[in-house]
């Protein structure tokens, strides 16, 4: 019977997570951003636009772009369609439709600042309006590329987790475990591992969720070339001690995980976060091995698309009896 | 009777505060800046002009902008309109105002490079100025873009604190509190905080001010997802050990707040630091909750308008005559 | 006889040197990155075009620039000649060759917003992409902006290591020894360095690599500004205690060196890696002094292309027997 | 007599400097580079030349700009030149000069990619040769850009040292004192000072250069916002313990300081050293006051012109004979 269970846990709880204990869906997204909603602060200050656009999409980001540079267009053609078509040169005036189109790319060879002349500005007003949209124009490119900068310069971990933690047979005892591996070109080194638990427990009858550090076998490591399989052992000292799959299938449980490195292309620590809740946590089963010598025996192959494969594996039985 | 209380401080105040102990109004500004003039330097070498930019609000600096290429573009056209019109195609020669307006427009026209050509340099002159005002163009948008990508990539922690700190309830004594919550879409790490308070004292009957280093609760939290209230206990380590209300309102006191967190997506550092004077310090009060689970208990709800909320709350009297 | 005597290892092998035991080929390579391939993500993911972009050599780079840019030219002048010259003013048209020849120098002349004008879009559709075609120009420019500050900022700690590690004599015994020397204008301050060292070993008569962490005398140094020889000496507690030259030129052996200083300029932590192997261990050996006062006593020489200089030198004879 | 008193200093010198111990000129420059020349590497590799283009002045940098865009602009309109003026419609062919001046500026009208298209080409071979012009301009101007961005968001402290240090009373012995104060509008905090100390002494009768750590009385500060005044007391386990004004003045001494502290505008790191060395040190004398309270007391006001500012003060007498 899980609930009552889960009262035996003898760790002190850990007080400086930073989250509350009251119930309300994950702590972490799989994403790793924290599960919170602000709201009271309007919407302008809420958001930091520029932390924004550093976490659309490519696709989104570019679409973006290119939207703003067809709207900026539409509104000075309609502010030069308003001045006069008479105030440019060129312009093909056999019908309104023509003349707001080549006022319209009028407008965008003023903004690109490609100004081929073939149209261009005699009137007072046209000529401001132009002068102004060229300096916005570059204005507008100035903060474009700060944003392409800052977008692919972004500092990133680029680690795969494994989608799901198990609890594998480990010594004589058991452990939780989950793995994660880079998996672009970049070059880790210096990684440590912070794992922090979440379980639901009861206290004085009511539901409420406690905190936990997890220890590892291994917090730390050199160099993050191959796959990093980090084990929690459920020894007396884990809050899991005597769990059975019933129990890790019934508790309320999430695993924080938060991983730092070293880049050394950006030369900056780079943090990735992920969490495992009760649904991604299988019982009874261990990682198959993911690298292997390559045919020449000259390098290691790291296959990633293992990452998430593992096998069924028996776990010792945990003789609840014998501590009563 | 608080000027010869205040002399009962036991705690050993910290000698590297880096602050003076004259007295001259509030160490640190509201806004976390030192509250110092610096004086026999000249200007240009008093200011760093990046430092100023990058505080500039974003409406100022818009602004400088704008009035900059407003400025440059008149000293251009004055430039052109002495070396002489004829020495330009395409000017509107009717009148001196409509030659000037023109040379105005060609200036801009090179400035931004938008180049249509319908006003041209022929002219030696003319040319001349005309090939220097683009590559100043060129170099001055590569320094806007600069700015640009300066002040956004900026790092900054976007914390909010309460206005005030609170002096409420605590265990079985009372402690100072106050709170502090990002305000916007970034995800900030592994917090501390450093507490420093100056008090003014009397020391062989002149008042002299004092620093102290103000231990706290937790000092560290894993993830700012939610607000944070820190937390000094007044027990007998603290300076403020045995303030009566009348003390807390009528000693010089300033509590200097520094933050530091790692933001995730900046990879960075951030700090921010404020401080609370007297005036800025409630006794006898609590903070009321600001985060509440969603209506569907799937996340959660931290609402930043209540920051700063807080209710009367009795506090323990203080047996002062005990300890003689 | 090797194999038999690399058993004797006494030191306790690192568990966190994030490399497998396996035997497959060098595990750093001499430029730093590990000897590792990633496969099972498809290549857009496997692939941080980022990290590529700057780790291209300079001449590489801008190759790609160039060809980038011809190739873009050629797809949009096929454009403009599929929509037809007509659309276009000023095209050549005694014959499609030309005709293709002025598209194509009309595209180019829209990609970077030189726009003469003298080539000009009339039509509807050739202004249409004439319009995404400076747009997209100064988007491209905007990314090689951003690509080139990202190559010439990007922290690098431009060290030069000798092309080999001697075996030297040193006070009464022998020291493994290797030297390093900053070779650019850049201000190097608090380095240390970690060296671990990958030996193979035969455990239950199976070959199997242990990684031992390697002592030196000297791990930190204050200012990188001469050359620095880092010396680990070959005593009871080195994993080479007791090798003799047969035994340093048949055993697998790697020494994989990690070294973090900080640059003054950037004022970021760089971080540079190497490794030698078996075959780059000279036994014997002793470096040549690579530094000397300038002929006018007033500064100090580093000549960097002694750098890996040595001369012949006879070490003690390791009393093998004494043991037994 | 100085040789031989220098012999009695007790603390051990430090191995970590990284500088040699022969003796060639002072270590450190006075505006903290190393004191050394690197040779043996082809220029292209000794020099980074971004590293480079950051320590120019401003002047210097602007002028090589200038100077870089007339050549660029002379080289390809020699090209023009040679190509023939009749590919480029709108030259004034009156005479040779006239001619090559008309192709300066269509080279100055493309690499800016102002393109007023008054010139403009219309052969095949002049049509490339500006193709390329303009690509390169505008790959000029991202470099141009990075290289203003890197050299104004360069973290640097803005630290201004006194022009000497003095050994000043402190407490009833003496002190080596210096001091620095932050001259711009950023913003220090947690600052720290390392010092190193190099004397000459006699060894075996021949000259050597020992390094010693110096332990100051504050060597980390919380808010570096006014002054900071350095203090080495000269104590018993000072390597100055017992020297005399003519040892000052007669021994080779280089006082390395290194200072680092925290920018909060750029969320970085920022040291800065300089060095002092026998002329330097002013025997007999102690700092003035340089910060006051400003008129209304509201805020405190540093003059940093008083900075070196320093008068006479009396030294206690060192008792040398009591030792022997």
Redesign the interface.
């Known amino acids: 019977m899980a609930r009552g269970f889960r009262k035996k846990i003898q760790q002190k709880n850990t007080?400086?997570?930073?989250?509350?204990s009251?119930?309300?869906?994950?702590?972490?997204n799989k994403d790793?951003?924290?599960?919170?909603?602000?709201?009271?602060?309007n919407i302008f200050?809420?958001?930091?636009?520029?932390?924004?656009m550093?976490?659309l999409s490519t696709f989104n980001f570019l679409s973006y772009?290119?939207v703003a540079?067809i709207l900026v267009?539409l509104f000075f053609a309609l502010i030069y369609y308003l001045i006069g078509v008479e105030h440019l040169?060129g312009i093909?005036k056999s019908n309104p439709v023509n003349e707001f189109?080549d006022v319209f790319?009028f407008s965008?060879?003023?903004f690109?600042?490609?100004?081929?002349?073939?149209i261009?500005?005699?009137g007072?007003m046209a000529?401001?309006v132009?002068?102004f949209e060229?300096?916005l124009?570059?204005?507008t490119?100035?903060?474009?590329?700060?944003l392409?900068?800052?977008r692919?310069?972004?500092?990133?971990a680029?680690l795969?987790f494994s989608d799901v933690a198990v609890v594998a047979p480990f010594k004589e005892t058991s452990a939780l475990m989950f793995r994660l591996a880079p998996?672009?070109?970049?070059?880790l080194?210096d990684?440590d591992v912070?794992i922090?638990t979440a379980i639901e427990v009861m206290e004085n009858s009511s539901p409420k969720i406690n905190f936990y550090q997890l220890k590892t076998q291994?917090s730390?490591?050199?160099?993050?070339?191959?796959n990093?399989t980090i084990v929690h052992e459920i020894d007396e000292e884990s809050p899991f001690y005597g769990f059975s799959e019933d129990d890790f299938k019934n508790t309320g449980i999430e695993i924080i995980v938060?991983i730092r490195a070293?880049d050394?292309?950006?030369?900056?620590?780079?943090?990735q976060?992920t969490s495992y809740v009760t649904k991604e946590i299988v019982y009874g089963a261990k990682f198959i091995p993911m690298?292997?010598?390559?045919k020449d025996?000259?390098?290691?192959?790291?296959?990633?698309?293992?990452i998430s494969d593992y096998q069924k594996a028996e776990l010792p039985v945990f003789m609840e009896e014998e501590e009563e």
């Open positions: 007080e400086n997570s930073g989250f509350g009251n119930l309300s869906g994950r702590f972490i790793g951003l924290p599960n919170v909603n602000r709201k009271g602060v200050n809420r958001y930091s636009w520029y932390h924004t550093l976490d772009l290119v540079y267009n040169t093909d189109i790319f965008s060879q003023t690109t600042t490609v100004g081929y002349g073939r261009a500005p005699v007072f000529s401001l132009a002068t060229a300096f124009g570059l204005l490119f100035a903060i474009a590329t700060g392409f900068y800052g692919f310069s972004r500092p990133r680029y795969k998996y672009k070109n970049n070059a080194t990684a912070v922090t291994l730390k490591i050199n160099t993050l070339a191959l990093w938060h070293f050394e292309v950006f030369s900056n620590t780079v943090v976060r690298y292997y010598p390559d025996n000259l390098s290691t192959v790291l296959n990633l698309d293992k």
